[in-house]
């Protein structure tokens, strides 16, 4: 169990240009999720995916946000047209979900995230 | 729509004092509920869960009951060590879909 690993830890962007984050569960887990976390604040929801499925996204998920999970491995989170409000740790997390009752309830495995600083 | 509430921080203790950490959940139906916690410059990790009512979640001397009746898992430990300090998130899901987190408090404790 090598974790979650996120890149990059840190990334620098002006106002408008394009940022692209990447995920890499734990190799078993079959649900990812990506969150946003501001100074202070607790983790909000931004999407999640089962295997190559996304099945929810959050309405702070404008159209300038993307997220994709091809093959159902690693998955890519896109910002196009940065704004500074944009600025945060962007967490990503995996977890197993079965069918049996603990299952459907496994907790997430976090990442370090992603700091993403728009200026 | 679903919403967790916790404790303004900072909370700052001596070591081997009693720490509560209230948590209350609003939710539709019942959801299970989860600890994790955040130490200084790493990411976040479950500290305990539990999915009924009534359960107790239980790890490294923390505990926290799943009080349906009061809609709220409190996290306790009976003595707290410095090693303790870190940013604590309660928060809800249903059946591993979104999990909702209450907005962290943070703990310092003292030598």
């Known amino acids: 169990d090598t974790g979650v690993s996120q890149n990059p830890r840190h990334k620098i962007t002006k106002r408008g240009q394009n940022v692209t984050f990447r995920c890499d569960p734990i190799?078993?887990?079959?649900?990812l999720y990506w969150y946003r976390q501001t100074l202070g604040q607790g983790p909000e929801f931004l999407t999640y995916?089962?295997?190559?499925?996304?099945?929810?996204k959050s309405r702070l998920l404008s159209d300038r946000f993307s997220a994709e999970r091809p093959k159902g491995s690693f998955s890519t989170l896109e910002i196009q047209r940065t704004e500074q409000g944009d600025s945060a740790m962007y967490l990503c997390?995996?977890?197993?979900?079965?069918?049996?009752?603990?299952?459907?309830?496994?907790?997430?495995?976090f990442g370090n995230g992603t700091r993403l600083t728009v200026t | 729509g679903d919403s967790v509430t916790q404790m303004e921080g900072p909370v700052t203790l001596s070591e081997e004092a009693f720490l509560t950490i209230n948590c209350t959940y609003t939710?539709?139906?019942?959801?299970?509920l989860f600890w994790y916690v955040q130490y200084p410059g790493e990411g976040l990790q479950l500290l305990l869960k539990?999915?009924?009512?009534?359960d107790k979640g239980s790890n490294k001397g923390f505990e926290a009951t799943y009080r349906k009746e009061t809609t709220s898992f409190h996290l306790e430990k009976g003595s707290v060590q410095v090693s303790d300090s870190a940013v604590y998130f309660c928060?809800?899901?249903?059946?591993?879909?979104?999990?909702?987190f209450g907005p962290g408090t943070r703990l310092s404790v003292l030598p």
């Open positions: 939710a539709t139906g019942y959801p299970s």
């Open positions: 539990a999915t009924k009512a009534d």
């Open positions: 190799s078993e887990h079959n649900r």
């Open positions: 928060a809800l899901t249903y059946y591993g879909q979104n999990f909702v």
């Open positions: 995916f089962q295997n190559e499925a996304q099945l929810e």
């Open positions: 997390a995996s977890s197993l979900a079965g069918q049996g009752p603990e299952a459907l309830n496994s907790p997430l495995h």
